[in-house]
């Protein structure tokens, strides 16, 4: 009898006990803090501030999950990145951009997030754009976008008030009022053009404006005619870049031959140039060192087809495909990437959001500077998005390449034919290599 309540007795403490050793090890998994790893690429004081204070946020609001941001300087940021990527080095969350995303994909470092995605609350409530970018690069949802750098006109409203002049709606009318508006003696020029890093991107806007949506094979990849050939052997091509060069000589500064983004930037703000074609960013820096009035913003210049095309670039988050806290990254992905944050950032950073109800949420996003933004979104069949090849392989070596080639046109040492002969067989052979990739 002694035996049986003995055993009895330690067959309810094991009961008893049971639940509390379950519960105890689930409180502290709960407990448990998971430090995520987070590097950004386009690196600036004020912009690593605002992700700051979106990560802060969030970490109050999941005090278990801790973000370390590294952000390292603008010129060696993707370096490092890639450095980072290659080691798999403790990275959960990476800053992933157009010029880098089929690099990151085919090496394996970046993880598809269409799990997560088809489950996403706000995935309704995202712009058609964004819907058709979180896949665009890779066929998966390997990128969430933050945002776009969508380009609109820039200009002097003193100035043409001055001249009696409004915002010109072509190419012809921006060279014309450029060229009436340029006086060397007073170092004041039409506009501020992009011979430097990039530039090649503001020829690609005039080959497109001048062959025209129909004959392209497709938005996304448009240096390619519906044949398969080239954009570059179509016969408009020349008369684009003779204009491209026009531009250059005839009303813009001769050193910008050599400008980038923060030279073209500062000649308009500085007071040198008359007009410049940027991204929405260039809002803030206008706001901040220029007084009201003095300038304003329009609707991109159409071509002779009556279009403009424009690339509408963009950059996301991404998660590695080596994380070990997968959940959480997505987590802070999303909150990123939400309605509210979002368009905190987007409005602080000066970009198009990625949520269609941005506008209604907050209408700095449909008023005053923003607002050519909007006009150009109600009439795609006239401003169109349009991207050079970037899924191609090739075209990680022909940035630099291109820049190159158009610096020794517009110096006079190559000529028209030569520099479209040199892009046409770089991208035949690219297509020959690589096969139809659009």
């Known amino acids: 009898m002694n035996t049986k309540r003995i055993l009895m007795a330690l067959l309810c403490m094991c009961i008893v006990m049971v639940p509390i050793f379950s519960g105890g090890t689930k409180e502290s998994t709960k407990s448990e803090t998971v430090n995520l790893r987070m590097i950004e690429s386009l690196t600036s004081p004020s912009r690593t501030a605002l992700l700051q204070s979106l990560i802060d946020e969030f970490e109050q609001a999941n005090p278990n999950i801790k973000v370390e941001l590294i952000s390292p300087p603008l010129k060696e940021a993707d370096n490092k990145i890639t450095q980072m990527l290659m080691a798999s080095n403790n990275i959960d969350i990476v800053e992933t951009r157009e010029q880098t995303a089929i690099q990151f994909i085919n090496n394996g470092w970046i993880e598809p997030m269409d799990r997560y995605v088809e489950s996403w609350d706000e995935y309704e409530n995202l712009s058609e754009t964004t819907k058709v970018s979180i896949t665009r690069l890779g066929g998966k949802a390997y990128m969430i976008p933050y945002g776009y750098y969508q380009r609109c006109l820039y200009y002097r409203a003193d100035w043409f008030e001055e001249a009696g002049f409004e915002a010109p709606k072509s190419w012809q009318e921006l060279y014309d009022i450029g060229k009436a508006l340029t006086d060397p003696k007073k170092n004041r020029y039409g506009y501020s053009f992009r011979g430097g890093a990039g530039g090649m991107n503001y020829a690609d806007m005039l080959y497109w404006a001048y062959i025209g949506d129909d004959q392209i094979a497709s938005n996304d990849a448009a240096y390619f005619l519906n044949d398969g050939s080239t954009i570059f052997s179509h016969p408009k091509a020349k008369e684009a870049l003779e204009f491209h060069k026009a531009l250059y000589e005839d009303i813009s500064p001769k050193d910008s031959i050599q400008w980038a983004f923060a030279e073209m930037v500062q000649g308009f703000i500085g007071g ?18 220029m007084k009201e009035g003095t300038w304003a913003t329009a609707p991109l210049p159409i071509g002779p087809t009556g279009e403009s095309h424009f690339p509408n670039g963009y950059a996301g988050w991404s998660m590695t495909s080596f994380s070990e806290h997968k959940d959480e990254a997505w987590k802070l992905i999303s909150f990123l990437s939400g309605s509210y ?5 987007a409005k602080n950073y000066s970009l198009i959001p990625i949520h269609a109800t941005a506008a209604d949420v907050d209408p700095v996003f449909r008023e005053g500077p923003f607002a050519p933004f909007l006009e150009m979104d109600k009439s795609p069949e006239v401003f169109i998005h349009t991207m050079s090849p970037q899924q191609y ?23 028209v034919e030569e520099v479209l002969q040199f892009m046409d067989n770089y991208w035949s052979d690219a297509q020959e290599k690589e096969g139809v990739l659009y």
């Open 272 to 289: 040198t140039t008359a007009m410049l074609i940027q991204d929405p960013e260039v809002i803030v820096t206008c706001q901040d060192n």
């Open 393 to 415: 392989l090739a075209f990680g070596s022909y940035w630099s390449e291109a820049d190159r080639w158009y610096q020794k046109y517009l110096a006079g040492t190559v000529t």
């Open 341 to 345: 944050g979002n368009t905190y950032f």
